[in-house]
């Protein structure tokens, strides 16, 4: 658990990087699993505990990248909406057609 104390302490100075902890402490968890395979009575339970460590993490993992692929999304639909309103704005006003007007009655019914 040393390893995954580094791991964190790391982060705090390190916030360059800022999504790479929880890989690191992947990467720490799998290799403390991988080397608890080599003691004879503990090293079932510490490579169990390693790689539920693992398990947990990864949908931490997800979750982040998640979160920034949905805020690149919403800036590319913000930027949609706004070059529409710049077209909307620079269109001139007519007056909507009897088809219009007509599909839009029936519509509300």
């Known amino acids: 658990m040393l390893i995954v104390r ?7 100075l390190n916030s360059g ?11 720490a968890a799998k290799l403390t699993a991988d080397a608890a395979k080599m003691i004879p009575v503990a090293g079932p339970f510490i490579e169990g505990v390693a790689n539920i460590f693992c398990d947990i993490l990864e ?6 990248d998640n979160k ?27 007056e909507p057609s009897d088809e219009f007007t007509k599909m839009c009655s029936d519509f509300k019914r």
């Open 17 to 27: 990087s800022d999504g790479e902890w929880i890989s690191h402490a992947m990467k």
């Open 59 to 64: 949908p931490l993992k997800q979750s982040k």
């Open 6 to 12: 580094r791991v964190f302490r790391r982060k705090k």
């Open 68 to 94: 920034e692929i949905f805020k690149e999304l919403t800036q590319s639909i913000a930027r949609v909406f706004q070059i529409l309103q710049k077209a909307i704005l620079g269109t001139p006003r007519a």
